[in-house]
């Protein structure tokens, strides 16, 4: 792989298409920015429609010929699991991009990148198992059988927040099953979609299997939602932005795969060992400076524990060292956008306004070093209702309002009481309580006694305005193929053509 920090620092990147780097039909660039100094660091290709025209003919083009249709499952398999070996020969570099692109903590991203290749390879060893079914249909001389098939070209495309996780997540089951992708990734993160591509061309996928364009959401993921020649759409990304993107999908009856926002409630009981719950807390809302879709922002705590783990998610909040994101020492790194700083500001704003109190944090860190970046103090807030728009909107940042509850009932009330239907995390020692919590609430992802955690194994995805379809396991890889049925009669006899045959 060429590319790394100093290969693109200062330079512009070109798209990827047909197994090529070539650069955008308007010859115009976006800058990506370095959200430690808010400096550009370099530009990316800001492809329109007809950049988008091209990736997908080339990916239609892949997944027609025989090099990649013909292929055997276990050739796919085997191209996908020397896929998974050259990212993990690359997770340094490809997370030291991400981070300088998304000013999330450099270990954090490292270990990201180098977990992907553990998603690789079990897509990679699903490829020769997806099969169909064998039916009866009550017609003996009949056979009826199903069919597991790829779909075709598949868009994806991801947010700023993790990208080659989610680049992962959603290129390797469609390489797997035969799909061909056209990436496109964040405005704010176009770098490792770019090295990812050169390692897909190393690892000797045909050309046009895999495209990548960058640019704006507006324009390139426009046009490759409304894009007629799209199966379907693996969209991750905002509630607002996925009703756009299923809009234009509508428009052809592609299918979506929608990975969106959340207002997760995270939980603690006061027979929970508050100190693990405390630290989970921290880990819902403080870590990855709260950029992170499972974020745990609406905290609810029972009411006999309450003053007890507020006292210590502010110690503890206290305590995050908030710096550069390359210092190992570093807990808490810039947002990654300014756009993200000054929604957090407003919803601090809007939060003082609504009458709830900040007991922790609310504004930018007092440090000179600091200064030129996009750092936000880990915020917290008593004193909250969950009808105010702190509780009722996604902010992304790491900020979270606390709630006192009553009862299972009272909190079952509270919890489900959103739009969205992401996850949710619960901390108590009473198991039935637990399951009973796990069996009610409206999340696609439940957490007992542990917060953040995930396995590429295990399907994910939100209900409600967090959106439809799962991400990882099994039910991933059926996302992207679709279900053929075939009937043989070898019966060998001529039957009445006005009747359709119901019975045997
Ligand atoms: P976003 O603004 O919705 O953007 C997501 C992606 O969509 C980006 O690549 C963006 O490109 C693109 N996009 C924007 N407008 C578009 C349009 N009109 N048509 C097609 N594509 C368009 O979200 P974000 O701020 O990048 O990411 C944060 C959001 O992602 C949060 O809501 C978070 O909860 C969610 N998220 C969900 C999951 C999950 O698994 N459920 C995981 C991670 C993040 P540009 O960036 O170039 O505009």
Redesign the pocket.
Known sequence: MAMSIASIEGKRTLNFIDGAMRPPKSGRYLPSFDPTNGEPWYEAADSDAGDVDEAVAAAKRAFLSPDWRRMTQTQRGKLVAKLADLVGAHAAAIGAMETRDNGKLLKEMVAQVSYTPETFRYFAGMADKIQGDTIPINKLDMFNFTLREPIGVVGI??????PMY?IAGNCAPNLAIGNTVVL?????TSASALAFAELVIEAGFPKGVVNVVT????GA??A??RHPDIAKIA????????K??AA?AASHLAPCNM????KSPHIVFDDADLDRAANGIVAGIFAAAG????AGSRVFVHKRAFDEVVHKVIERGRAVRIGHPTDEDTQLGPLALKA?LDKVQRYVGYAVEDGAKCVLGGRQPQNAALARGWYFEPTLFVNVHNDMRLCRD?I?GPVAGVMAFEDEADLMRQANDTVYG?AAGIWTRDIDRAMRFARDVDAGLVWINCYRTAAYTSP???FKS??YGK?NGFEAIREYTRLKNVMIDYSGVTHDPFVMRMKS
């Not at 495309?157 to 993790?162: A, Y």
């Not at 496109?184 to 704010?188: D, I, L, R, T, V």
């Not at 990975?259 to 959340?262: A, K, Q």
């Open positions: 495309i991801v947010p700023w927040n993790s989610l496109k990734p964040s405005e704010h640019g704006y959401g507006s993921g426009d490759l939602t969209f991750t990304g905002g509630t607002e932005t996925g756009k993107v234009n990975e969106l926002g959340g950029q992170s879709c499972v993200q996604e992304f992401l994910s995805g939100g967090s959106g991400h």
